[in-house]
Antibody, heavy 127, light 107 residues
Framework: QVQLVHSGAEVKKPGASVNVSCKASGYTYTTYYIHWLRQAPGHGFEWMGIINPSGSTTTYAQRLQGRVSITRDTSTSTVYMELRSLRSEDTAVYYC????????????????????WGQGTLVTVSS | EIVLTQSPGTLSLSPGEKATLSCRASQTVSTYLAWYQQKPGQAPRLLIYGASNRGNGIPGRFSGSGSGTDFTLTITRLEPEDFAVYHCQQYGSSPRTFGQGTKVEIK
């Protein structure tokens, strides 16, 4: 059974950085992409970024470019999301989500829908 | 950016009744549309992808339909565990976007 386990809740001051981790287990194959999304109170989900199976390639949402970084430790099946220069509007629950990918034209490509989600990490930004 | 509008915002129904949820896209997304179920304190769960394909282990009472800009999630005969918030998501166009959700509550 696939599990994505998040690190614990965080409280940060404006201008600080936060690092959230997500550890995957129960999935035999390594060919999966990991996405990060967030959900602010009373809002829908917002897609933040994606990292490929090897951890060599990332793509970020345009509005978060320059503030977000996603990295991956394949040896521990853990993915990290760092968000910098935090603002009050970054207060949200942050989720990692697994994308099994499609194998098309002899290569894997992300589907951009989310087969499994973690339970989320609440990040509160407050002075 | 494609805007997804879900309706109604809240649906009040009794167990055993049929639920019909709507998701309308501001531009065509073909069939690149997914539905998720979210319960308080739990990880969201993929129900439907490709507008009409059920995810792994999803019961047959959940079905999705539609293409282009209009989509429907139907839950025939609501079970107690089905009362939750349902979100649609389009993944055919960047940035991938979500609707605001429909809450299905017990009447």
């Amino acid at each position: 059974q696939v599990q994505l386990v998040h690190s614990g809740a965080e409280v940060k001051k404006p201008g600080a950085s936060v690092n959230v981790s997500c550890k995957a287990s129960g999935y035999t194959y390594t060919t999966y992409y990991i996405h990060w999304l967030r959900q602010a109170p009373g809002h829908g989900f917002e897609w933040m970024g994606i990292i490929n199976p090897s951890g060599s390639t990332t793509t970020y949402a345009q509005r978060l470019q320059g503030r977000v970084s996603i990295t991956r430790d394949t040896s521990t099946s853990t993915v990290y999301m760092e968000l910098r220069s935090l603002r009050s509007e970054d207060t949200a629950v942050y989720y990692c989500a697994l994308d099994y990918a499609d194998y098309v034209d002899n290569r894997f490509s992300p589907t951009y829908y989310f087969d499994h989600w973690g339970q989320g990490t609440l990040v509160t930004v407050s002075s | 950016e494609i805007v997804l509008t879900q309706s109604p915002g809240t649906l009040s129904l009794s167990p055993g009744e049929k639920a019909t949820l709507s998701c309308r896209a501001s531009q065509t997304v073909s069939t690149y549309l997914a539905w998720y179920q979210q319960k308080p304190g739990q990880a969201p769960r993929l129900l439907i992808y490709g507008a009409s394909n059920r995810g792994n282990g999803i019961p047959g009472r959940f079905s999705g339909s539609g293409s282009g800009t209009d989509f429907t999630l139907t839950i025939t005969r609501l079970e107690p565990e089905d009362f939750a918030v349902y979100h649609c998501q389009q993944y055919g166009s960047s940035p991938r976007t979500f609707g605001q959700g429909t809450k299905v509550e017990i009447k």
